[in-house]
Nanobody, 128 residues
Framework: QAQLVESGGGLVQAGNSLRLSCAAS????????VAWFRQAPGLEREFVAA???????YYLHSVEGRFTVSRDNAESTAFLQMNSLRPEDTGAYYC??????????????????????WGQGAQVTVSS
C-alpha cells in the first residue's frame, strides 16, 4: 500500500530556511511525479511545487527563486527546500504523488484532485 510521510516542518523566523522531506513506501518511486501543496487556515489548498518522474520542476510564481523541489529516487524521497521564508508561507504542507500512465507518459498538473496519494501534512509556521 502506497504511503507518503512528510517531515521537516517547524517554526522559524522570516528570512530563515526549512527543508521538507516526503518519504514514499509501497510504490516504485521513480514512476511517480510528486507535488507539494499547502493550506493556510481558512484558505483553500494551493499548489506550491512539483517534480515530474524525469525531474522537471514546476513552481507557484510566488515561491520561484526561494523554493527548490528535488527528488532522490534511490531513497524514495522528495524534498522541498524553502529559503527566505515569509509569514505568508505559513501553512500545512502536503506532498502528493501520481504514477505515470501505462504508456510511460506523465503530464504535470497543479490540481490537487489529480494526485491520488497524499501524506499527512507537516506544519510550517513563519513568524515576522
Amino acid at each position: 500500500q502506497a504511503q507518503l510521510v512528510e517531515s521537516g516542518g517547524g517554526l522559524v523566523q522570516a528570512g530563515n530556511s526549512l527543508r521538507l522531506s516526503c518519504a514514499a513506501s509501497g510504490l516504485t518511486f521513480s514512476d511517480y511525479g510528486v507535488a507539494w501543496f499547502r493550506q493556510a487556515p481558512g484558505l483553500e489548498r494551493e499548489f506550491v511545487a512539483a517534480i515530474t518522474p524525469l525531474g522537471n520542476p514546476y513552481y507557484l510564481h510566488s515561491v520561484e527563486g526561494r523554493f527548490t523541489v528535488s527528488r532522490d529516487n534511490a531513497e524514495s524521497t522528495a524534498f522541498l527546500q524553502m529559503n527566505s521564508l515569509r509569514p505568508e508561507d505559513t501553512g500545512a504542507y502536503y506532498c502528493a504523488a501520481r504514477k505515470k500512465d501505462r504508456g510511460g507518459a506523465y503530464v504535470h498538473s497543479r490540481s490537487s484532485s489529480y494526485y491520488p496519494y497524499w501524506g499527512q501534512g507537516a506544519q510550517v509556521t513563519v513568524s515576522s
